[in-house]
């Protein structure tokens, strides 16, 4: 009996072989096919988030509007809204043209790519990533070039910062976004071959926009009325607080595409990076708010909303690469800088109406070292040394040829308005309007 039913088992296991190398045959195109579609799904959600950040970081340009109308006066509301308008869509154009080809393109010496320019790189049928990798990278320049607008607000000419626009976007941010971030794409630079840290722009956007800001505040001088003849400071308060805080919220929400959309990729890092630049940002407001309560007795807001700015500004750079903890003290001390470094450069006679320098070139500076000095991988001498380096080529490079752009501008169609339309106000004397026609505006 016992061998007739291992003969009977052994004859039924003959039998379904066949039916079993079959099965495996169906099954293991399935088991590919399901890897192809989750890789395929992972690809998708790639390009999604990274549009989506793009479309969060393109907002910031409303936000940006909003903090330099509200912290300037209302006869120049137009003007600064054509501005912020037109640094965008000019700086865009110019660095579709040539500005991603000097960041982006290949490179034998780490200084500028080559090629890639006009997106030259994509073709019909070929790696549709460049687009969605240019469109993210477009706004982040949009974002250097609009910094400047509110240091050299009220006083500009319009033309001239339509020049401005083209070349920061064209040459001097993408030069310094090349040596940092170039191997990105299909470049490499001198700086992140030495092991530079600044994961989404504390020095590559802010700095460079914030230094240029500097720049173009020194050439152009003071607005009519901002110092008096014995040198006292006098204040020239912003017509709308509303619409500045507004517009420093839009910049917070902004910041959850600029951080976490850095990573260019839909996956679990982007947590951290999104508790980080908010704890930061929360830091930074408070202790703006303690520091001119301190200093002024009372809780100034213009401060609390620049310290949040400069909580921002300083996170992004090591917002990937930093513990929670320690974005709380990197932000902590870039709302005490951005109060300091306001009130020092204003005492320097430097006319900064919305604080740039401060929160973008100051703060971005602290916010690269510490990239460095809080690392979680362990901070080293070599790696704060790289930082530092790092710091000082962003500072010799956008302020010397931005300082060099204005001064060429200054000399040949002019930087700044005639003093008749300073006084009445930038609105009509160039663009033939008022932003609140029914009311009077001062």
Same mark, same amino acid.
């Given at each position: 009996?016992?061998?007739?039913?291992?003969?009977?088992?052994?004859?039924?296991?003959?039998?379904?072989?066949?039916?079993?190398?079959?099965?495996?045959?169906?099954?293991?195109?399935?088991?590919?096919?399901?890897?192809?579609?989750?890789?395929?799904?992972?690809?998708?959600?790639?390009?999604?988030?990274?549009?989506?950040?793009?479309?969060?970081?393109?907002?910031?340009?409303?936000?940006?509007?909003?903090?330099?109308?509200?912290?300037?006066?209302?006869?120049?509301?137009?003007?600064?809204?054509?501005?912020?308008?037109?640094?965008?869509?000019?700086?865009?154009?110019?660095?579709?043209?040539?500005?991603?080809?000097?960041?982006?393109?290949?490179?034998?010496?780490?200084?500028?790519?080559?090629?890639?320019?006009?997106?030259?790189?994509?073709?019909?049928?070929? #790696?549709?990533?460049?687009? *969605?990798?240019?469109?993210?990278?477009?706004?982040? $320049? /949009?974002? @250097?070039?609009? =910094? %400047?607008? +509110?240091?050299?607000?009220?006083?500009?000419?319009?033309?001239?910062?339509?020049?401005?626009?083209?070349?920061?976007?064209?040459?001097?941010?993408?030069?310094?976004?090349?040596?940092?971030?170039?191997?990105?794409?299909?470049?490499?630079?001198?700086?992140?071959?030495?092991?530079?840290? #600044?994961?989404?722009?504390? *020095?590559?956007?802010?700095?460079?926009?914030?230094? $240029? /800001?500097? @720049?173009?505040? =020194? %050439?152009? +001088?003071?607005?009519?009325?901002?110092?008096?003849?014995?040198?006292?400071?006098?204040?020239?308060?912003?017509?709308?607080?509303?619409?500045?805080?507004?517009?420093?919220?839009?910049?917070?929400?902004?910041?959850?595409?600029?951080?976490?959309?850095?990573?260019?990729?839909?996956?679990? #890092?982007?947590?951290?990076?999104?508790?980080?630049?908010?704890?930061?940002?929360? $830091?930074?407001?408070?202790?703006?708010?303690?520091?001119?309560?301190?200093?002024?007795?009372?809780?100034?807001?213009?401060?609390?909303?620049?310290?949040?700015?400069?909580?921002?500004?300083?996170?992004?750079?090591?917002?990937?690469?930093?513990?929670?903890?320690?974005?709380?003290?990197?932000?902590?001390?870039?709302?005490?800088?951005?109060?300091?470094?306001?009130?020092?450069?204003?005492?320097?006679?430097?006319?900064?109406?919305?604080?740039?320098?401060?929160?973008?070139?100051?703060?971005?500076?602290?916010?690269?070292?510490?990239?460095?000095?809080?690392?979680?991988?362990?901070?080293?001498?070599?790696?704060?040394?790289?930082?530092?380096?790092?710091?000082?080529?962003?500072?010799?490079?956008?302020?010397?040829?931005?300082?060099?752009?204005?001064?060429?501008?200054?000399?040949?169609?002019?930087?700044?308005?005639?003093?008749?339309?300073?006084?009445?106000?930038?609105?009509?004397?160039?663009?033939?309007?008022?932003?609140?026609?029914?009311?009077?505006?001062?």
């Amino acid at each position: 009996m016992k061998k007739k039913v291992l003969f009977t088992g052994a004859l039924l296991a003959l039998v379904a072989l066949p039916a079993l190398a079959w099965a495996a045959d169906e099954v293991a195109p399935t088991i590919m096919n399901n890897a192809d579609a989750i890789k395929g799904v992972q690809t998708n959600l790639d390009y999604v988030w990274t549009l989506v950040a793009a479309a969060l970081v393109f907002f910031m340009q409303a936000g940006f509007a909003m903090v330099e109308t509200g912290f300037t006066r209302a006869k120049n509301a137009v003007n600064i809204m054509m501005k912020n308008l037109m640094d965008f869509s000019m700086g865009s154009l110019f660095f579709w043209a040539i500005g991603f080809g000097l960041m982006f393109g290949t490179t034998s010496t780490g200084w500028f790519g080559t090629n890639g320019f006009f997106l030259s790189d994509f073709t019909m049928g070929g #790696d549709p990533w460049v687009l *969605t990798f240019w469109m993210f990278q477009c706004v982040f $320049a /949009a974002t @250097a070039a609009t =910094i %400047v607008s +509110g240091a050299m607000a009220e006083r500009t000419k319009f033309t001239s910062y339509l020049i401005y626009s083209a070349a920061l976007c064209a040459f001097i941010y993408p030069v310094f976004g090349g040596w940092a971030w170039g191997s990105l794409f299909h470049g490499s630079g001198w700086l992140e071959g030495m092991g530079f840290i #600044d994961f989404a722009g504390s *020095t590559v956007v802010h700095s460079i926009g914030g230094w $240029a /800001a500097l @720049a173009g505040a =020194i %050439v152009l +001088g003071p607005r009519i009325g901002k110092y008096g003849k014995n040198g006292e400071v006098k204040a020239i308060p912003g017509h709308n607080i509303p619409m500045a805080a507004c517009g420093v919220f839009i910049l917070w929400l902004g910041w959850f595409g600029f951080n976490p959309g850095s990573t260019t990729a839909g996956n679990t #890092d982007i947590a951290m990076i999104f508790v980080n630049t908010n704890l930061a940002a929360c $830091a930074g407001c408070v202790a703006g708010m303690i520091t001119s309560w301190i200093i002024f007795k009372k809780p100034d807001i213009g401060m609390s909303l620049n310290g949040a700015l400069a909580g921002l500004v300083g996170i992004t750079a090591g917002c990937a690469n930093v513990s929670p903890n320690s974005s709380i003290i990197i932000g902590l001390i870039a709302g005490v800088l951005v109060v300091i470094s306001v009130i020092v450069i204003d005492r320097m006679h430097i006319d900064d109406p919305v604080g740039a320098v401060s929160v973008h070139g100051v703060c971005g500076a602290w916010g690269t070292l510490a990239a460095g000095l809080f690392n979680i991988g362990g901070m080293t001498a070599k790696i704060v040394t790289t930082q530092l380096i790092g710091i000082g080529a962003a500072f010799f490079w956008s302020f010397g040829c931005a300082y060099i752009l204005f001064r060429i501008i200054k000399a040949t169609v002019g930087l700044r308005v005639s003093a008749e339309e300073e006084i009445e106000g930038l609105d009509y004397g160039e663009h033939g309007s008022h932003a609140y026609a029914d009311f009077l505006t001062k």
